[in-house]
């Protein structure tokens, strides 16, 4: 069996403003992304230290902050998937799972998500293709 390495990101709260409500509706305090991405065991077990050797994720977390901020989504299922087309764009990236969950969902309690898993295969199909 092939080895590999997760980079998991676990309650990132991010500012975004996803879908509308009325007036007796339950408002979501806050939105949370949990992000687990697949990569390379190389990219982890290296033989010397620095960034040159490693998945630098910071670019991609200052993405998803971006994507999430610059509109309002009338779904969580729209921004899973410009994160996921985000990802994509990182050939270091072979498989991910994105789990983005609301809070309160009744009575200030309870969180409701969705998950969204791709192999390897999936996330080549996101993938642009070179000319």
Excluded: N, W
Aim: net charge negative; proline share 5%.
């Amino acid at each position: 069996m092939p080895a590999y390495s997760q980079i998991e990101l676990k309650d990132l709260k991010i500012a975004v403003r996803i879908g509308t409500y009325g007036p007796h509706d339950v408002v979501p305090e806050a939105h949370l992304l949990d992000l687990t991405l697949t990569i390379a065991a190389d990219l982890v077990l290296i033989a010397q230290d620095g960034m040159a050797h490693v998945f630098d994720y910071d670019p991609l977390i200052r993405q998803i902050d971006a994507l999430a901020s610059e509109r309002h989504y009338e779904t969580q299922e729209r921004l899973m998937t410009r994160i996921a087309y985000a990802c994509a764009a990182y050939p270091a990236i072979k498989a991910l799972d994105i789990c983005l969950r609301k809070r309160p969902v009744l009575a200030g309690s309870g969180s409701l998500g969705v998950r969204l898993i791709l192999d390897a295969e999936a996330l080549s199909a996101l993938r642009p293709v070179a000319v």
